[in-house]
T-cell receptor, first 111, second 113 residues
Framework: DAGITQSPRHKVTETGTPVTLRCHQTENHRYMYWYRQDPGHGLRLIHY???????DKGEVSDGYSVSRSKTEDFLLTLESATSSQTSVYFCAISGGGYEQYFGPGTRLTVT | GQQLNQSPQSMFIQEGEDVSMNCTSSSIFNTWLWYKQDPGEGPVLLIA???AGELTSNGRLTAQFGITRKDSFLNISASIPSDVGIYFCAGSSNAGNNRKLIWGLGTSLAVNP
């Protein structure tokens, strides 16, 4: 299994509060991705990174920001959480090919 | 955003039966991937395909890269209870340098022991 962890694994927060999710990899892979998974929508790309300090938006980036200051860490921030951001968030990593390897996920509930 | 057309949406079968599912795209892909997701976990890569017509097996699983490059198929032979889960297809046209994938919505598989 790819060395990829996510923290926290579960979080409950209130509307309007900032939230940061962390993805950590030990594979030294160049590419990292943040997805959200919701019933009926499958996996939707939020942001991705193609190198340290190199990031770009995915299809559902509004309300989210990311940062990657080190190869191994990719942070996803919800500046002001809303109920529509209640979801399961997955981080994925990719090396030289197109295969992506996923972390265990973070279940976020915004009340 | 673009999505792949994955079918069937769900399946309920008896243990021991064979399973077939497929994924189609409106555009040509150069890479097809198949994943399985167990409840409460992240998707796990099952099979990767990189060449039109390619047929690749992983145990009881066999996947094919369609000759038209617009579809892919996954077959599971002699299903067992642990095959239960959601199966996702994903593909890429390999355009750009971002390694982004286009995803299907998944096929949910239930197996009756």
């Amino acid at each position: 299994d790819a060395g990829i962890t996510q923290s926290p694994r579960h979080k409950v927060t209130e509307t309007g509060t900032p939230v940061t999710l962390r993805c950590h990899q030990t594979e030294n892979h160049r590419y990292m991705y943040w997805y959200r998974q919701d019933p009926g929508h499958g996996l939707r790309l939020i942001h991705y990174s193609y190198g340290v300090k190199d990031t770009d938006k995915g299809e559902v980036s509004d309300g989210y920001s990311v940062s990657r200051s080190k190869t191994e860490d990719f942070l996803l921030t919800l500046e002001s959480a809303t109920s529509s951001q209640t979801s399961v968030y997955f981080c994925a990593i990719s090396g030289g090919g197109y295969e992506q390897y996923f972390g265990p996920g973070t279940r976020l509930t915004v009340t | 955003g673009q999505q792949l057309n994955q079918s069937p949406q769900s399946m309920f079968i008896q243990e021991g039966e064979d399973v077939s599912m497929n994924c189609t795209s409106s555009s040509i892909f150069n890479t097809w991937l198949w994943y399985k997701q167990d409840p409460g976990e992240g998707p796990v890569l099952l099979i990767a395909l990189y060449k039109a017509g390619e047929l690749t097996s992983n145990g009881r699983l066999t996947a094919q890269f369609g000759i038209t490059r617009k579809d892919s198929f996954l077959n599971i032979s002699a299903s067992i209870p642990s095959d239960v889960g959601i199966y996702f297809c994903a593909g890429s046209s390999n355009a750009g340098n971002n390694r982004k994938l286009i995803w299907g919505l998944g096929t949910s598989l239930a197996v009756n022991p």
